[in-house]
């Protein structure tokens, strides 16, 4: 029987194979694994303590792939290059759930009924313990229905339906009409603080009080890109983010270790230069900040929020003289009355958007 030999062409593809692969895997030892992955605002995977039980399981090999994707040599160049391949040669409409249109980056995710009613449960829950309080909620909807994209995004109708099964008879603002797709970055989920004017006005109007921005002036706190240009690894533009300052408005946060309420700035600069320059506005992700503003009216309100609400909470304190904002991703409700008490007759407002009502898990109630 004749020997077939392998010809010229096949040897050559072999050995560039070869030296590829040998290359990768060098450079890849050679090259101090990053410490924070800063396109992304997250840590990368560590590599994973090798057992028997994990290597038979198959979690090791599973932590393993996550932690050689998040290391690997020149990632970022490689990320980039995949999302092009996705948007500019194959035009597929997203990738992994992320678009890219004329109004900018964001999220397709639709609602998750099951999700949605625990949330509402959860919020039910939580307004059952204020009485004597005047609540109302409201839903922020997501950018992806401003984004004139067929595809299947939030459903803004199906969630309002769901909420309004458990809470129908607390009051519901609707903040769908105040807001546009230039409402939001175009690099970021995140709502324009000098957008939101009309957000701030529906909340008050609803809940009996009266808005007054006469004192704010804008404030260029520098450039910014938001979350998604990581996540699509793609070049986009910066944007402005200008923040509304009040001369009269001070703040106070809890302080984790002290567990006593301490003065803070009402816009951060130095976190606007950190990881998330969004923590620009009352540092971000806290469990509880106060507001207060001696030349508002006499009143007390109190915002169950996420990060949309350190933003809004600077325009709310033109109408109230003390806000109070509770993140309940970082404190239980059944210990919130040992660091405050609410205040008989005063407004309480659950504002939320999609993410968080779609992801019941991270409220403690």
Not at 111 to 135: T, Y
Not at 268 to 282: E, K, Q, S, T, V
Not at 298 to 322: E, I, K, T
Request: hydrophobic share 45%; with cysteine; aromatic share 12%.
């Amino acid at each position: 029987m004749a020997q077939v030999k392998p010809d010229l062409r096949s040897i050559l593809n072999a050995l560039v194979f070869i030296v590829t692969i040998g290359a990768l895997f060098v450079l890849n030892l050679a090259t101090k694994p990053p410490d924070l992955l800063v396109s992304e605002r997250r840590a990368p995977a560590k590599l994973p303590a090798f057992t028997w039980q994990s290597a038979a399981s198959g979690s090791f090999m599973s932590r393993f792939e996550d932690y050689a994707a998040d290391n690997f040599f020149c990632r970022e160049g490689f990320r980039s290059i995949r999302a092009f391949t996705v948007f500019h040669i194959l035009r597929q409409s997203d990738k992994s759930g992320l678009y890219l249109g004329l109004s900018g980056a964001g999220e397709f995710k639709p609602p998750d009924p099951a999700a949605l009613r625990l949330s509402a449960e959860k919020i039910r829950k939580a307004a059952d313990m204020l009485a004597g309080c005047d609540v109302y909620y409201a839903l922020i909807p997501d950018k992806s229905i401003y984004a004139g994209r067929y595809l299947p995004g939030f459903d803004l109708r199906q969630a309002e339906l769901i909420l309004a099964e458990i809470l129908g008879d607390v009051p519901y603002i609707s903040l769908e009409g105040c807001l546009n797709a230039g409402s939001f970055y175009r690099t970021d989920l995140h709502w324009k603080q000098t957008a939101i004017a009309d957000v701030a006005a529906e909340i008050c109007g609803a809940m009996g009080a009266e808005l007054d921005l006469y004192e704010y002036i804008r404030i260029l706190a520098g450039e910014f890109k938001g979350v998604y240009a990581g996540q699509l690894a793609l070049p986009m533009d910066p944007e402005s983010m200008i923040y509304m300052d009040n001369p009269f408005l001070s703040a106070w946060v809890l302080n984790d270790a002290t567990l006593a309420f301490e003065e803070c700035p009402v816009y951060d600069l130095a976190l606007f230069r950190g990881i998330d320059p969004y923590d620009l506005f009352l540092r971000g992700p806290q469990a509880l900040v106060r507001l207060e503003n001696p030349y508002a009216p006499p009143g007390d309100l109190y915002v169950f929020r996420d990060s949309f609400g350190s933003s809004l909470a600077p325009l709310l304190a033109s109408a109230y003289s003390s806000v109070t904002l509770i993140d309940l991703r970082y404190i239980d409700m059944r210990i919130l009355g040992q660091y405050m008490e609410f205040a008989p007759g005063a407004d309480v407002l659950f504002l939320y958007s999609s993410q968080i009502l779609n992801n019941p898990s991270v409220l403690k109630v």
